[in-house]
């Protein structure tokens, strides 16, 4: 795994030792090291072989964290970083261009979000019937039919679940007609088998 390097060395005023920088940045320490295991971050060892990062690793771990609260996975936060020019910091213009490839994730996280704000004190079709407006919008677990999960949250329509479950209704309501149709037809053509003998 390739690590990204500082153009230049940092100045010595302008490294913070790793108590530092936790306390600056509000990311835990261990959490520090991770991301230089992963190779989000690097830092330089002092002679005592304490680590050491440059001041400007603040604006990379703000890059960083920024871009998991968005839902970016560590793979593509590292893509993202790996575009920059000899592994330097995102300035103004690299945040600029490389958010606006994010906009689609984000789009989505907010449909999913506003999904999950709007729906949450209704049925969400997740099948625990427990709510009593679930007789309503997911009668005998409708839902359940159209796979697993809280189909409600995931993007399945209620009413579309709803007019599913109603045409099954129907399809075997038409289908158990038939049975009692049949039934009754044989024992009326056996009668009339015996009245002919």
């Not at 490389?98 to 004190?121: N, V």
Request: glycine letters at 6%; a positive charge.
């Amino acid at each position: 795994m390739s690590t990204p390097a500082n153009p230049k060395p940092p100045k010595p005023d302008s490294r913070l030792a790793i108590g530092d920088l936790v306390k600056r940045s509000g990311v835990a320490a261990s959490a520090l090291r991770f991301y230089e295991d992963q190779g989000l971050l690097v830092s330089q060892r002092s002679d005592s072989g304490r680590r050491h990062y440059a001041r400007n690793d603040l604006r990379r771990l703000a890059f960083i964290r920024a871009a998991q609260a968005v839902g970016l996975s560590l793979e593509q936060i590292r893509a993202a970083l790996a575009e920059l020019p000899d592994g330097r910091t995102p300035t103004v213009a690299d945040w600029a261009r490389l958010s606006s490839s994010w906009r689609p994730i984000l789009d989505q996280r907010i449909a999913e979000l506003t999904r999950l704000r709007d729906t949450l004190s209704s049925c969400i079709g997740c099948g625990c019937l427990s709510l009593s407006k679930c007789a309503l919008y997911n009668p005998a677990d409708a839902a359940g039919k159209a796979g697993t999960g809280a189909r409600y949250l995931m993007g399945e329509s209620a009413s579309a679940v709803m007019a599913a479950a109603a045409a099954e209704t129907t399809k075997a309501a038409e289908a158990a007609e038939t049975a009692k149709a049949s039934r009754a037809a044989r024992p009326a053509a056996a009668l009339g088998r015996a009245r002919r003998r």
